[in-house]
């Protein structure tokens, strides 16, 4: 009851076709987090419905605690009901890569909630480069999602739906650390697709799909994907060789379903 109290004090932000997003707070007086609540699908028997919204739930918060873990960016997780379909992660005042790489606003995404549409962005920037905001070079930004994908892979967890809408940049404005010389943060979200997996078809696999994402949003962008590919390599290490092999493979059979249609 207490979830379903949240979700009519929260505001409705978005709907997919898996799942609502709301903003709300878990006290009048806390941080705004985001809610995605998986609804009842009126298609599916009720028993059936019930056990693949608490597993996937329940999946979704593993996966993002133990990227947490393995100090990979992701939101945080603030609260977890899997039988009503329900959790909470932490709202990230920021902006997608999508939106912050040329051509980016065109993309026909289809997310399962449209995560990267409702966190907030500081309206005053409308006519700059919106990098220049957060203070980073497209190379930079490119090294910042190579060096998380591969500390997520290094984690065995496979992102499922990796695209740049997947991804965002955190507002300097609502980032401390003194650990970077750097104002900001790339933070991988939507891991509602994710799982686990320590097998290298699996990591070229991901890999893959975020090629073809930026091939399709991003015309002419072989080069950014070339420096994320340069940073994960880097991140990697030894496990990056085999992979290679594996991503070389994964383009072939990709290539091939291409010209076969």
Known sequence: MASIDLLA???LISQGAEAKVYKGSLTPSSAPILLKY???KQYRHSTLDASLTKSRVAGEARALL????????????RMVDATEGLLGIEWIEGMSVKDLLPSGADEEFEGEAGLDDVLDVPDDQNDQNPLDQFGVSVDTLMGLIGVELAKMHLAD??????????????????????ETDISTELVLIDFGLSYHSSL???KAVDLYVLERAFSSTHP????LFAS????????????WSPLSRRLDDVRLRGRKRSMVG
């Open 220 to 223: 002419d962008s072989e080069p």
């Open 228 to 239: 994320i590919i340069t940073a994960y390599a880097h991140q990697m290490g030894k496990e």
């Open 200 to 202: 290298v078809e699996d």
């Open 9 to 11: 004090s929260s505001s």
């Open 66 to 77: 133990k990227c947490l873990r393995s100090g990979v960016n992701v939101p945080g997780v």
């Open 157 to 178: 967890i496979i992102h499922g739906d990796l695209t740049t809408s997947n991804m965002m940049l955190r507002h300097p404005s609502y980032f401390n650390s003194t």
């Open 38 to 40: 998986r609804f009842k």
